[in-house]
Antibody, heavy 120, light 109 residues
Framework: QVQLQESGPGLVKPSQTLSLTCTVS??????????WSWIRQPAGKGLEWIGR???????NYNPSLKSRVTISVDTSKNQFSLKLSSVTAADTAVYYC????????????WGQGTLVTVSS | DIQMTQSPSSLSASVGDRVTITCQAS??????LNWYQQKPGKAPKLLIY???NLETGVPSRFSGSGSGTDFTFTISSLQPEDIATYYC???????????FGQGTRLEIK
């Protein structure tokens, strides 16, 4: 069974870049069956899809975040990463990585989530 | 962009009750609609895919229906372990994107 684990700083200063990595185990990130997605959730609020990457490197982003988001993949390490630039307090959230089944568009496997706080 | 309107935002029901949550899309999304359960402090869990298909291992008291713009999620007999927040999720190909509903917080009365 595929397992995902987020890692990265829990505290980021305003205007800086948030960087997170998701490590995939129990399966190859190069599998053609999945997209690899990032989702976030501010405390007490709903889920917001950030974007996805395919193993070919093609990406899709939430239009509301597109200007600040970069998602990349490192197949040699079985990892994919998120960078969110020019962060503000509004970017404080639990960030999840997830595998998205490419035909059904279901978010099948999720990481446990990591809290990122934007504060000086 | 497609907007999803989920209702109610919160719901209180008794054990054994039938519970219904609705999700409305701002335009026709065919059956491209999934439902998730999220318990406090945990990641969401897929329950229903393509509007009405039960994910493997999910109890049969959970069901989904609908197509086009109007969708329904039902718990036929509420159990204490069903206390959670439920989200609908649509996917669009033009442009490729995912949108979640606002969520429904389900509590025991």
């Amino acid at each position: 069974q595929v397992q995902l684990q987020e890692s990265g700083p829990g505290l980021v200063k305003p205007s800086q870049t948030l960087s997170l990595t998701c490590t995939v185990s129990g399966g190859s990130i190069s599998s053609g069956s999945y997209y690899w997605s990032w989702i976030r959730q501010p405390a007490g609020k709903g889920l917001e899809w950030i974007g996805r990457i395919y193993t070919s490197g093609s990406t899709n982003y939430n239009p509301s975040l597109k200007s600040r988001v970069t998602i990349s993949v490192d197949t040699s390490k079985n990892q994919f990463s998120l960078k969110l630039s020019s962060v503000t307090a509004a970017d404080t959230a639990v960030y999840y990585c997830a595998s998205e089944e490419s035909s059904a568009k279901t978010l099948d496997y999720w990481g446990q989530g990591t809290l990122v706080t934007v504060s000086s | 962009d497609i907007q999803m309107t989920q209702s109610p935002s919160s719901l209180s029901a008794s054990v054994g009750d039938r519970v219904t949550i609705t999700c409305q899309a701002s335009q026709d999304i065919s059956n491209y609609l999934n439902w998730y359960q999220q318990k406090p402090g945990k990641a969401p869990k897929l329950l229903i895919y393509d509007a009405s298909n039960l994910e493997t291992g999910v109890p049969s008291r959970f069901s989904g229906s609908g197509s086009g713009t109007d969708f329904t999620f039902t718990i036929s007999s509420l159990q204490p372990e069903d206390i959670a927040t439920y989200y609908c999720q649509q996917y669009d190909n033009l442009p490729p994107s995912i949108t979640f509903g606002q969520g429904t917080r389900l509590e025991i009365k």
